[in-house]
């Protein structure tokens, strides 16, 4: 079968810098994968790079099969398969969380306003959020805030939806609402890529745990594996550092 | 037990910190003492100022040809008709002006290698209409362009001159929208392009309504510049109110018609940059205060900002 997600070779530099040297992942359709590392290790800009927010300098990256790095590919359709989810949220402070949800839907799949806002609405109600339709993003908790990103991102109906880091904006108390809307999608069968500091969440949700360490996946597997009994003596010293902090 | 229902609503609470809104002149926090220090220190400096002036040499002669009343109260309803074609000239120049600077605003700030022509040539607009006094670009349109004899195009001065001032504004304009453009933090426009939107939906749903909020006070700003610079156009003889008041000036041999244009300037200027202010401090009030209070008051008023 074509896997939902792979990436081949990536290579990516931030001037002198290099942030990822040489990636290779396939994700299989419904499969959760966490990225897990520690800051700078290159998460962040690994997602960022496979829906091509951040140009590349090598490598390939196919959605379905289909190469996305191509030259004379409609990035933004291809885009509108991959939904993304910030750490900051990055909602729209100057449009409802209703009119943040539909925007896309409506100007990008050219759905009418109505039919726009029924789908939107539901989604809505299905995390809690019916009552906050129309109100400002500014008016919302953290954990709203996010689920309101979460729900923006699934109006585009994605194949694939990648998760940066999504609640280490957030205070402790919030952060289990928006863990819970991941764990749903999860179950919900949605292939998802996951950034996170959440060890605990990353070995319960996901399928496949893979340890970035200086922009190379240096040890990948099934979380009982990776936490358990890691290979690589970096994985070790990274895992030991989280639970001497008390995050594992 | 009924002491605590009956202690006084602001015993113990904190008063709210105070904003203060509109100027003040230096004096809003300071107490009654202060206030007569500047009262004397006020009257003492524009007694001076009066006592000199009123003792010169020249005051008799200046009082005859620059505030003589007959003079004024006969100019002042001429100068007042007249600036009602100030009035529309503004308000026209001003429409086109918010369109026409924007779309330079926008086409400078279109990415990608493609659109490079079209950043260069509004930014070279941008450049020269910058860079040339006013005057001399309402005198080489205003007398250029009918001595062209081309058909089609206006010779009519009121055209013209809203022609000119559009030109010369749009450029400063175009400025302060790209400024807040540019304020727009990448991750909005991130955010828009990761969700399918093309670069130009996302000027135009996401940067330019956000930037636009934001740059309301300064575009005021540069509205009660063009107000004054209304005058400018007397020169390609748009009758209006500067020209009528050399009219005056020459039929009386009087300078006085100036102190009666000088007033209706200030009669209107003066409320616009009072307002301007006031927008611009509530703007700040707004991003210290936090969102909440922000979103609360933008709920009921179209002008307001979010830092």
Redesign the interface.
Known sequence: MTPALSIQGLHKSFGQLEVLRGIDLEVAEHEVIALIGASGSGKSTLL?CI?L?EPIDAGRVLIEGDEITAKGVDV??I??R???V?Q?F?????MSVLDNVT??PR??LRRSRRDAERDATALLERFGLAEKARD?P??LSGGQQQRVAIV??LA?KPDLLLLDEVTSALDPELVAEVLDVIRELASGGMTMVIATHEMGFARDIANRVCFLDGGRILEQGPPHQIFAEPREPRTRQFLNRIIEAGRL | MDSDGALPASTGSIPPPRVTRGPRFGLGAEGGRSLVVAAVSTVAVFGLIALVVVNAPGWPRFQESFLNAEVFWDALPKVVSKFFVNVRLFLIAEGLILVFGLLLAVLRSVPGPVFFPVRLMATIYVDVFRALPGVLVIFALGLGIPALRIEGLPSDEFLIAIVVLTLIYSAYVSEVYRAGIESIHSSQTAAARSLGLSQVQTLRFVVVPQAVRRVIPPLLNDFIGLQKDTVLVSYIGVVEIFRETQILQAANFNFTPYMATALVFLVVTIPLARFTDWLIARQRAQSIAGPSVASRRRRGLLFAGRA
């Not at chain 1, 990055?90 to 100057?94: D, V």
Request: glycine fraction near 4%; charge should be positive; hydrophobic fraction near 50%.
């Open positions: 960022r829906n927010i933004d359709r885009r509108r991959i939904g993304i910030f900051a990055n909602l729209f402070p100057h925007l896309a100007k990008v400002l500014d008016r923006r991102a585009m």
